[in-house]
């Protein structure tokens, strides 16, 4: 259970799993709620999505629904940081080979050029370089956790009994004794 929660109070993972847990929340709030100024049209139209035109299985639909919004919320709380990370990393590594980035190519589409299929201008779908990029995100905090301002760091030294510590003396945040 401390391995789950363990964490460094370092701010690079907690600046890590916020950019990541807002990425993540912003895509995942339109795959479970309709919500108009996201992207997604809600649970259901999302898991039929995924089962008739990518040929997942309904349940493993509703998962990978889900992961992007769960996944999310749990970094930007910084509550179970692992699993979110763990989470978000299987959702994306699915998402690169069911949803057509591997084939793809590379490269993110970020132009939207277009290729001429039946005479008609069809965007090109996107590489797998972004997916990528958060998959190491995703794993990196796996590995090294919510970092400072997460309740997992509040939760381990919670079980460790410690609070926090001291400034070293000579340090800028230590206290000096009255009338010195």
Do not use: C
Not at 140 to 158: H, K, M, Q
């Amino acid at each position: 259970m401390k391995a789950l929660f363990a964490t460094s109070a370092s701010p690079g993972p907690a600046i890590l799993r916020l950019v990541l847990g807002v990425i993540m929340l912003a895509h995942g709030v339109g795959k479970v709620f309709p919500v108009g100024f996201l992207p997604g049209y809600g649970l259901q139209a999302t898991v039929d999505y995924f089962h008739t035109q990518l040929g997942v299985p309904v349940p493993i639909a509703y998962v990978g629904a889900l992961a992007e919004f769960v996944g999310g919320s749990l970094l930007v709380l910084g509550f179970l940081t692992r699993l979110g990370g763990l989470l978000i990393a299987g959702q994306m590594i699915a998402a690169a080979v069911l949803g057509g980035h591997l084939q793809a190519g590379f490269f993110a589409n970020w132009f939207r050029a277009a290729e001429i299929v039946d005479g008609k201008a069809v965007a090109k779908p996107e590489g797998w370089e972004f997916h990528l990029a958060l998959v190491a995100m995703a794993l990196a905090l796996v590995f090294l956790g919510g970092g400072t301002l997460s309740v997992d760091r509040a939760i381990a030294r919670e079980e460790e009994g410690t609070e926090p510590k001291a400034a070293p003396a000579g340090s800028p945040g230590e206290k000096k004794p009255e009338g010195k």
